[in-house]
């Protein structure tokens, strides 16, 4: 599997964010992993994080698949995202802007609801993860009411999951609805399917959570988009 992606889940997995075992996700469903962007909650794990969005950003630029001008992190995990991935993007010598949003508009000072670098030209998008889409539209509207033009949302995991209740699962996952709705290009850190090449691998890292195999394909034959 790619180098970098395999780094990135070895990296979720010492840190406690990515865990396998037996879950109850949001939407009521057994899952054999569970992953929790919320416990890269130190400087140093936050740091290695943006390091790999920002490396991830830049591969698809250096393959074509992306131009960029500056990053939005939508309130509020994405404020954190955004600003330590342009940091990561600056010590590679890439220094661009960032700004992110208020959840309320501000009636003082410089008033509105962006905070930093006004919105312009190409933006990247950087959150978590992707759920129902409807945090993402917003930050997309947002960019073009501004005048700007959304360029990619960037995301750490891509569950790759079908949405909606068991019996009327949709034919595509919040990530590929969005893709099609607003022909935006979606790219993740890590997916589903890495997590599977990754768990099949002969990894030293991945010995310990290879028992989960036969949960794991099962959940994404099952639910995988």
Aim: with cysteine; hydrophobic share 45%; net charge neutral.
């Amino acid at each position: 599997m790619d180098s970098l992606r395999q780094q990135f889940i070895e990296f979720a997995l010492s840190a406690g964010v990515l865990r396998f075992g037996e879950f109850t996700t949001k939407a009521g469903r057994r899952s054999p992993y569970f992953f929790n962007a919320g416990l890269f909650n130190t400087g140093g794990k936050l740091g290695k994080l943006a390091s790999f969005y920002a490396r991830t950003l830049l591969e698809a630029r250096t393959a074509g698949r992306l131009g960029f001008d500056m990053l939005f992190g939508p309130a509020y995990k994405g404020i954190t995202l955004a600003s330590a991935t342009a940091v990561a993007l600056a010590q590679l010598g890439q220094d661009l802007p960032f700004c992110f949003n208020r959840k309320e508009a501000k009636g003082h000072g410089e008033g509105g609801t962006i905070v930093g670098a006004p919105l312009a030209g190409r933006v990247v998008i950087v959150d978590d993860v992707i759920t129902d889409g409807a945090a993402k539209r917003e930050s997309i509207n947002l960019i073009k009411d501004a005048g700007a033009v959304p360029a990619a949302v960037l995301i750490a995991l891509d569950r790759m999951e079908r949405a909606g209740p068991d019996d009327a699962l949709s034919d595509r996952s919040a990530v590929q609805e969005l893709e099609r709705q607003h022909q935006l290009p979606v790219l993740s850190i890590a997916s589903l399917d890495d997590l599977v090449a990754f768990v099949r691998s002969d990894a030293p890292a991945a010995a310990a959570v290879r028992p989960y195999m036969g949960a794991l394909e099962a959940y994404r034959s099952r639910y995988g988009a």
